[in-house]
């Protein structure tokens, strides 16, 4: 083969390896693609084929759910806890109605890769995930295998940003070819920032702490030359919910905050719109500067357009409310639904410069305000049952766990509001993880919180 330049015949032994894994380490395989999960490549931004897929990682895990539904077959059951628990729940709903609003589709064959997509990072990450956080130790494999290469990126791009003197317009592409853009990147770098400080914790050995401090400086220069505002806000809101689990704030003070705000809010409704259209910094290498911009929506290009994809998404919902377009069609279907005064110097009618921008919103155009309330449903169970299980538990390392997997997803909660990266590896993974990270601590180690080693087969 080699002598007849077929060199793709060298993969053959690592194929083979990774046949062996899914066979006999499964917990291997899937540690495997975490690791490999901030160095993927999309082949459509390499323009190979224009299939839009990400090497290695998502066929691996799509050969990992069909290995999970043969041994379902098999079995003939799956742990009973898991079906019935509020979360699981909520994750299957989401699915069905995924599953409904494709059959509905203006764009079927979209519709149904959209969902393809979706089962295998669920399954993967959370089914699966779920029976490997049986075993107390696994949630540290899964934390490092992603941490590790990531702060390998963010090291990259540091280095290669500060060759073009940390100008704010090179921090948009000098994280390519592993992020297709500065915003994912920051997303993923403020989702794991928070988590660094689980591993300060003295009951951490000194090289693992003094290794955290480290990757906290590291994480820290990625998120601020990140360049990006919504991954900036995430990680302030981030602590505030850190202040608000650790002195036990409660909910009716919440909501009493959140009411008074909402009051204040809409009595200056006018006042506030005027002084924000007053604003006219753009985005800007000063990082003072490009923090005033996270407000301006009456120049700066990325907020406005931003603006119009919100606007093209509740026109297209108001046209369809219960089934939408179709999951994954927003990308096709939203250019008629522009409006001139919309407009922006960065408005496409081809559906690149991202999706709907936001994790809400989309679903709202793609799949109706079913489609939208699945995915608020599913977030209130995630902090409903996780702030319960935080209370519940004593002091340990449980305990913080569920506090700084709680705090970090709500990065990309927030950042939802903002962006919408859920079709990638490099935002589901984390996000199904450590979602089934809090429902495995809930089921298998809440009154238990030994390692349950023999469960893990």
Same mark, same amino acid.
């Given at each position: 083969?080699?002598?007849?330049?077929?060199?793709?015949?060298?993969?053959?032994?690592?194929?083979?390896?990774?046949?062996?894994?899914?066979?006999?380490?499964?917990?291997?395989?899937?540690?495997?693609?975490?690791?490999?999960?901030?160095?993927?490549?999309?082949?459509?931004?390499?323009?190979?084929?224009?299939?839009?897929?990400?090497?290695? !990682?998502?066929?691996? @895990? *799509?050969?990992?759910? /069909?290995?999970?539904?043969?041994? =379902?077959? %098999?079995?003939? #059951? &799956?742990? +009973?806890?898991?079906?019935?628990?509020?979360?699981?729940?909520?994750?299957?709903?989401?699915?069905?109605?995924?599953?409904?609003?494709?059959?509905?589709?203006?764009?079927?064959?979209?519709?149904?890769?959209?969902?393809?997509?979706?089962?295998?990072?669920?399954?993967?990450?959370?089914?699966?995930?779920?029976?490997?956080?049986?075993?107390?130790?696994?949630?540290?494999?899964?934390?490092?295998?992603?941490?590790?290469?990531?702060?390998?990126?963010?090291?990259?791009?540091?280095?290669?940003?500060?060759?073009?003197?940390?100008?704010?317009?090179?921090?948009?592409?000098?994280?390519?070819?592993?992020?297709?853009?500065?915003?994912?990147?920051?997303?993923?770098?403020?989702?794991?920032?928070?988590?660094?400080?689980?591993?300060?914790?003295?009951?951490?050995? !000194?090289?693992?702490? @003094? *290794?955290?401090?480290? /990757?906290?400086?590291?994480?820290? =220069?990625? %998120?601020?030359? #990140? &360049?990006? +505002?919504?991954?900036?806000?995430?990680?302030?809101?981030?602590?505030?919910?850190?202040?608000?689990?650790?002195?036990?704030?409660?909910?009716?003070?919440?909501?009493?905050?959140?009411?008074?705000?909402?009051?204040?809010?809409?009595?200056?409704?006018?006042?506030?719109?005027?002084?924000?259209?007053?604003?006219?910094?753009?985005?800007?290498?000063?990082?003072?500067?490009?923090?005033?911009?996270?407000?301006?929506?009456?120049?700066?290009?990325?907020?406005?357009?931003?603006?119009?994809?919100?606007?093209?998404?509740?026109?297209?919902?108001?046209?369809?409310?219960?089934?939408?377009?179709?999951?994954?069609?927003?990308?096709?279907?939203?250019?008629?639904?522009?409006?001139?005064?919309?407009?922006?110097?960065?408005?496409?009618?081809?559906?690149?410069?991202?999706?709907?921008?936001?994790?809400?919103?989309?679903? /709202?155009?793609?799949?109706?305000?079913?489609?939208?309330?699945?995915?608020?449903?599913?977030?209130?169970?995630?902090?409903?049952?996780?702030?319960?299980?935080?209370?519940?538990?004593?002091?340990?390392?449980?305990?913080?766990?569920?506090?700084?997997?709680?705090?970090?997803?709500?990065?990309?909660?927030?950042?939802?509001?903002?962006?919408?990266?859920?079709?990638?590896?490099?935002?589901?993974?984390?996000?199904?993880?450590?979602?089934?990270?809090?429902?495995?601590?809930?089921?298998?180690?809440?009154?238990?919180?030994?390692?349950?080693?023999?469960?893990?087969?």
């Amino acid at each position: 083969m080699i002598a007849n330049e077929s060199f793709y015949f060298a993969l053959v032994p690592f194929v083979l390896a990774l046949i062996f894994m899914a066979l006999f380490n499964l917990d291997k395989l899937m540690w495997f693609v975490v690791f490999c999960t901030p160095f993927s490549l999309n082949l459509e931004e390499l323009d190979i084929g224009g299939v839009g897929m990400y090497l290695p !990682t998502e066929p691996l @895990m *799509f050969g990992i759910m /069909l290995l999970f539904f043969l041994k =379902l077959f %098999l079995a003939g #059951s &799956y742990d +009973r806890r898991v079906i019935y628990h509020p979360v699981t729940i909520a994750v299957l709903f989401n699915l069905v109605w995924i599953f409904i609003t494709s059959l509905t589709s203006e764009m079927p064959v979209v519709s149904f890769k959209f969902l393809l997509s979706r089962m295998w990072f669920v399954v993967s990450f959370y089914f699966v995930a779920m029976q490997l956080f049986k075993v107390k130790k696994n949630y540290q494999i899964y934390m490092w295998s992603y941490i590790i290469p990531l702060a390998a990126i963010i090291m990259y791009a540091v280095i290669r940003l500060a060759t073009y003197a940390f100008d704010e317009k090179a921090g948009h592409w000098v994280m390519e070819p592993f992020f297709k853009d500065h915003t994912s990147y920051g997303a993923v770098v403020a989702l794991y920032f928070p988590m660094l400080f689980l591993f300060i914790h003295k009951r951490y050995s !000194t090289y693992v702490r @003094m *290794f955290a401090y480290i /990757l906290i400086v590291v994480f820290g =220069l990625g %998120l601020v030359f #990140s &360049y990006t +505002r919504a991954a900036w806000v995430s990680v302030l809101m981030a602590g505030i919910l850190f202040l608000i689990y650790k002195y036990r704030i409660k909910f009716k003070y919440l909501l009493s905050v959140g009411v008074v705000g909402v009051l204040i809010l809409a009595m200056s409704w006018t006042s506030i719109m005027m002084k924000l259209e007053k604003n006219n910094q753009d985005s800007s290498g000063k990082l003072s500067e490009h923090v005033e911009s996270i407000s301006n929506v009456s120049t700066d290009a990325s907020n406005l357009e931003r603006v119009n994809r919100w606007v093209s998404a509740w026109r297209m919902f108001k046209e369809r409310p219960v089934f939408g377009w179709g999951p994954g069609t927003y990308v096709f279907q939203y250019a008629p639904f522009q409006l001139s005064y919309n407009a922006t110097i960065i408005t496409t009618n081809a559906g690149s410069n991202g999706n709907a921008h936001s994790e809400y919103i989309g679903p /709202l155009a793609e799949q109706g305000f079913i489609g939208m309330l699945s995915m608020v449903l599913l977030l209130m169970a995630v902090y409903y049952r996780g702030s319960l299980l935080y209370h519940r538990l004593p002091d340990g390392e449980h305990k913080s766990v569920v506090l700084f997997t709680l705090i970090s997803l709500l990065t990309y909660v927030v950042h939802g509001f903002l962006n919408n990266y859920l079709d990638t590896d490099k935002a589901s993974i984390p996000f199904w993880g450590f979602i089934a990270l809090i429902v495995a601590i809930d089921i298998y180690h809440c009154n238990s919180p030994e390692s349950l080693d023999s469960e893990t087969k």
